[in-house]
Nanobody, 117 residues
C-alpha cells in the first residue's frame, strides 16, 4: 500500500485547509484510514480516523473544527480543517491500518501545515 498526501501549506489563524490522501496498492477488506500529526518536539498524535465501516473518531482538540471524510471508490480520505489555530501547526501524516488478514499498518510521507500570521 502506498499513501500520497497533498493539501498542506501556510494559512493564517482562523483559516481553512483541506488535506487529501490517496491510497494505492492492496487496499481491500476492513481498514481504517486517518490522519495523525507531529509538532516539533512532540510525539505523533491522532487527529481523526474513518473506518471502512463508516465510524469516525476525532481528537478532542479538533472536534467541531475538523471533518474527516472518505471516498471508498477512490480509496481517498480527506481532512477538512477549519478555524485553524497556531497549535495545529505540525506535519500531518496519512495512515491506513488494514484489519483484514494480511494485516498491515502504512504511513504516508507527511505534509506540512503551518498556521501563522
Amino acid at each position: 500500500v502506498q499513501l500520497q498526501a497533498s493539501g498542506g501549506g501556510l494559512v493564517e489563524p482562523g483559516g481553512s485547509l483541506r488535506l487529501s490522501c490517496l491510497a494505492s496498492g492492496s487496499v481491500f477488506g476492513i481498514n481504517v484510514m486517518g490522519w495523525y500529526r507531529q509538532a516539533p518536539g512532540k510525539q505523533r498524535e491522532l487527529v481523526a480516523t474513518f473506518a471502512s465501516g463508516g465510524s469516525t473518531n476525532y481528537a478532542d482538540s479538533v472536534k467541531g473544527r475538523f471533518t474527516i471524510s472518505r471516498d471508498n471508490a477512490r480509496n481517498t480520505v480527506y481532512l477538512q480543517m477549519n478555524s485553524l489555530k497556531p497549535e495545529d501547526t505540525a506535519v500531518y501524516y496519512c495512515n491506513l491500518v488494514r484489519i483484514t488478514i494480511p494485516r498491515g499498518n502504512y504511513w504516508g510521507p507527511g505534509t506540512q501545515v503551518t498556521v501563522s500570521s
